[in-house]
């Protein structure tokens, strides 16, 4: 199987790769932020939970994310693989994401973290915010505090996959296209 931690800031392009990777690779793509957006709209109780911390910027509590990736993984018939995009975000996250992939028989294969600069991602990220209608794309505050909440909880996670020899570092400043390319090529090259 191949298993790709896509890695990066918000605003990094996670979402934007990820469409193109699952297309072309035929992974199954596990997007925590997505899951619990479909949660808010649905009016569930987590979704009313995550609802209040998402607005602020901040992380919805580690149990509920693995339960709903443990949930996603579990119940996937594909042999491909996944993506997981915006997950694992803290370090318990990860070492649970191992433990279940082993249960499965597999295992990550690389962790590809896209790189972009600051303020690039807020200009982004406000730059959706005039469309997408997600309420923690609105205000200026909220972006620079989930940029502060990733550099401190999910940051180190860098240096968790580095001790395992999956860290890939990739440009993320150019087209998409450009940076599908190097994507790809980083992935042929770890599955080769
Ligand atoms: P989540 O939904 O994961 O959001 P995020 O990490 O903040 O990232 P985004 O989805 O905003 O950015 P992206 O990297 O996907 O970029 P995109 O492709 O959209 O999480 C939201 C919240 O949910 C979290 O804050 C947290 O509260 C909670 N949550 C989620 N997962 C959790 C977890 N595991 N644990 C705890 N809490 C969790 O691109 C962004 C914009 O840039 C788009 O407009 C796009 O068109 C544009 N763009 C993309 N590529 C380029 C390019 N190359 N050049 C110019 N513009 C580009
Ligand atoms: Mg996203």
């Given at each position: 199987?191949?298993?790709?931690?896509?890695?990066?800031?918000?605003?990094?392009?996670?979402?934007?790769?990820?469409?193109?990777?699952?297309?072309?690779?035929?992974?199954?793509?596990?997007?925590?932020?997505?899951?619990?957006?479909?949660e808010m709209n649905a009016g569930t109780a987590l979704g009313l939970q995550a609802?209040?911390?998402?607005?602020?910027?901040?992380?919805?509590?580690?149990?509920?994310?693995?339960?709903?990736?443990?949930n996603k993984i579990s119940s996937s018939a594909n042999k491909n693989g996944f993506i997981f995009d915006g997950?694992?975000?803290?370090?318990?996250?990860?070492?649970?994401?191992?433990?279940?992939?082993?249960?499965?028989?597999?295992?990550?294969?690389?962790?590809?973290?896209?790189?972009?600069?600051?303020?690039?991602?807020?200009?982004?990220?406000?730059?959706?915010?005039a469309v997408s209608g997600r309420a923690d794309d609105q205000d200026q505050n909220t972006i620079i505090n989930r940029i502060k909440v990733y550099n401190e909880q999910t940051l180190p996670l860098k240096d968790y996959y580095k001790a395992q020899g999956k860290y890939v570092a990739i440009e993320g400043v150019g087209t998409v296209d450009s940076i599908f390319e190097s994507l790809c090529e980083a992935i042929d090259g770890v599955s080769a």
């Open positions: 199987m191949l298993n790709i931690v896509l890695f990066g800031p918000p605003g990094a392009g996670k979402g934007t790769q990820s469409t193109r990777l699952l297309e072309k690779y035929g992974l199954v793509h596990l997007s925590t932020g997505d899951i619990l957006r479909a609802k209040a911390l998402i607005e602020k910027g901040e992380l919805v509590p580690d149990e509920v994310v693995i339960g709903m990736i443990d997950f694992p975000r803290t370090t318990p996250q990860a070492k649970a994401l191992d433990v279940v992939l082993t249960n499965k028989g597999t295992g990550i294969s690389c962790m590809l973290s896209l790189e972009v600069p600051e303020e690039e991602l807020i200009t982004r990220l406000l730059g959706r915010g």
